[in-house]
């Protein structure tokens, strides 16, 4: 399986501020047709899971521009900027390149500080 | 707009089996992939497996002998069933719907929290 290594595991944050949430992967995440399949999503206190980023860098519909993916190969962050009192929670990466299984990140909480 | 509904039992005994549904308005689960994910006390994420719009199944190699994920397209509906349960199968259960070529889940459902115990 394909080891997604997140951190911080907890990220304090001042409203308005902006953070960076790493995720490295044990293994390329490119895939055979040319894609990388690295995706972020956010988990709201008492919330399903809910995507934000997919493939690396493309937002997902409604979600904020303050909200951006980057990376390659096994190396990938999510930026967000103007924190939000909304923007609170536990931040996942997932890769699906390399499957069965799909395998997430550890998680990162982001928090008030 | 796609919603997905977990339903079952919020209780299982040890060595049981462990059975869900999973109810899908809006979108025909004969189209796309239709899976199951759960997440462990203490926020680690893992995913179990899928149904495909043509009723072939994928599963998590570590679950392959204890899984079934099968599906009623009448209804619209998709099931899991996890064999030989123990304690360390409580988790908050998610059914999502997978999307081909992208190969991600961008709809879940609110989640089904199973505790296993005697």
């Known amino acids: 399986d394909v080891l997604m290594t997140q951190t911080p595991v907890s990220l304090p944050v001042s409203l308005g501020g902006q953070v960076s949430i790493s995720c490295r992967s044990s293994?390329?995440?490119?895939?055979?047709?040319?894609?990388?399949?690295l995706h972020w999503y956010l988990q709201k206190p008492g919330q399903s899971p809910q995507l934000l980023i997919y493939?690396?860098?493309n937002r997902f519909s409604g979600v904020p521009d303050r909200f951006s993916g980057s990376g390659s190969g096994t190396d990938f962050t999510l930026k967000i900027s103007r924190v939000e009192p909304e923007d609170l929670g536990v931040y996942y990466c997932?890769?699906?390149?390399?499957?069965?299984?799909?395998?997430f990140g550890g998680g990162t909480k982001l928090e008030l500080k | 707009e796609v919603q997905l509904q977990e339903s079952g039992p919020g209780l299982v005994k040890p060595s049981q089996s462990l059975s869900l549904t999973c109810s899908v308005t809006?979108?025909?689960?004969?189209?796309?992939?239709w899976g199951w994910i759960r997440k462990f006390p203490g926020n680690k994420m893992e995913w179990m497996g899928y149904?495909?719009?043509?009723?072939?199944?994928s599963y998590n190699p570590s679950l392959k002998s204890r899984i079934s994920i099968t599906r009623d397209t009448s209804k619209n509906q998709f099931f899991l069933q996890l064999n030989s349960v123990t304690t360390e199968d409580t988790a908050t259960y998610y059914c999502?719907?997978?999307?081909?070529?992208?190969?991600?889940?961008?709809?879940w459902g609110q989640g089904a929290s199973v505790t296993v115990s005697s």
């Open positions: 999502a719907r997978s999307v081909k070529w992208v190969w991600v889940m961008d709809a």
């Open positions: 809006g979108y025909s689960i004969t189209s796309n992939y």
């Open positions: 149904i495909s719009y043509s009723g072939s199944t």
């Open positions: 293994q390329s995440l490119v895939h055979s047709d040319g894609n990388t399949y």
């Open positions: 493939r690396v860098s």
């Open positions: 997932l890769q699906s390149t390399h499957f069965p299984p799909w395998t």
